[in-house]
């Protein structure tokens, strides 16, 4: 039972921490390790999921519905309130959300937010995020309810799923690729989740990584994510590295289109990443093996 992914093009940290609460940490606001969490946490993309842009809520305090086959998702108040947000959840408790997919009240969290892949971030990079967002301001705002169908509200059920489709921990190195590639490869699978995106699920709405980014016709609030692989079937099979760092950094494809609905939000964040770390992405996307899928009618707001 994995309910779809965050809107990515969520896709944001702390999806799913919904009753948070310890002692806050100070952090100075220049410490770099506050300007470490900033930079991930805007190439994730948390605020889409986070804050009901359409709607000018607060930064943060809680975002907009998020569709699925299961009901609807509400991402929660991620600020530093003590009584709506985090502000008194310590670095251990969110520390376990992320790697473990747990709540504060020891209550598995459900797959909607994206654990399976941010527990690949490494100890120190989810202890910087959360140290960003320990010196954001507060908003004293409780965060809406998820309307999930039942009977898929019980979370019993989500132990054997995880027993099934998650595999908790960092990611290890690949042997034989170059430092540039794992790089990529971490900015894209851990950070960015695009694989929560761009990669089919089963029945039980685990990602197929059988045929891993080759497009999700069923991505976030229904959207189409396409093949990214390279594959002829991929529109960017033919693309360049500078044609996917451009399309990061700017939304721009080769054509001179541009990326429309949740992908159009990822690149505000990709777009805050350095020139480098958009190559590593670019190197990493490239290198993905080739899934054919056929081409399928553009949907209405696609994701490109």
Sequence with gaps: MSFEVPRKAAAGVA???ASLASVPRTVAAGDAAVERGRYLFTAADCTSCHTDLEHKGAPLAGGPP??????EFFAPNITPDPKFGIGRWSEADFHR???SGIGRDGRYLYPVFPYPSFTHLTDRDISDIYAYLKTLKPVAQASRANEIKPPFGWRFPLR???MFFFREGPLP???GRSAEWQRGRYLAEAVGHCQECHTPRNVLGALDNTR???????????????NITSDPSSAIATWSLDDVSQLLATGQTPDFDFVGAGM???VKGTGALTDADRRAIAVYVKSLPPVHTEKRPKKPGGAT
């Design 160 to 162: 054997f799923w995880r």
């Design 212 to 226: 891993a980014y080759s497009g999700n016709p069923n991505g976030p609030d229904r959207q189409d994510a396409p």
């Design 173 to 175: 190195a690949v042997p």
């Design 66 to 71: 998020l569709a699925t086959a299961f009901g």
């Design 97 to 99: 959300a992320l790697r």
């Design 264 to 266: 159009a939000q990822v």
């Design 15 to 17: 999806f799913a921490l």
